[in-house]
Nanobody
Framework: QVQLVESGGGLVQTGESLRLSCAAS????????MAWFRQYLGNEREIVAA????????YYLDSVKGRFTISRDNGESTAYLQMNSLKPEDTAVYYC?????????????????WGQGTQVTVSS
């Protein structure tokens, strides 16, 4: 079992940055694909970014390419999402997820472990 805890969300203005962290416990995240999803109100949960177990393979939602960067530290069992140039449309609850395979595009069903989410609000 893997427990995931997100942190780093908050309220920022358009153009500002946030760095989300996802701390894993229970077992190492080595060998697992890590991803960030987001969900705004009643919308479907969508994948924002994913990173393969070695960090060499990444995937980004088109609307965040060039602004967001996903990374991981397997030794610290932590994944990160650096979010720059934030826009109001990035407002959502952001969830960290871990899965056994790297797939593109990824779906929620591809991930086994989930965090509780952290709120990101971008004001205009």
């Amino acid at each position: 079992q893997v427990q995931l805890v997100e942190s780093g969300g908050g309220l920022v203005q358009t153009g500002e940055s946030l760095r989300l962290s996802c701390a894993a416990s229970g077992r190492s995240i080595s060998g697992l694909t890590m991803a960030w999803f987001r969900q705004y109100l009643g919308n479907e949960r969508e994948i924002v970014a994913a990173i393969g177990w070695s960090g060499g393979t990444t995937y980004y939602l088109d609307s965040v390419k060039g602004r967001f960067t996903i990374s991981r530290d397997n030794g610290e069992s932590t994944a990160y999402l650096q979010m720059n140039s934030l826009k109001p449309e990035d407002t959502a609850v952001y969830y960290c997820a871990a899965g056994r395979f790297f797939k593109t595009p990824s779906r929620t069903s591809d991930y086994v472990y989930w965090g509780q989410g952290t709120q990101v609000t971008v004001s205009s």
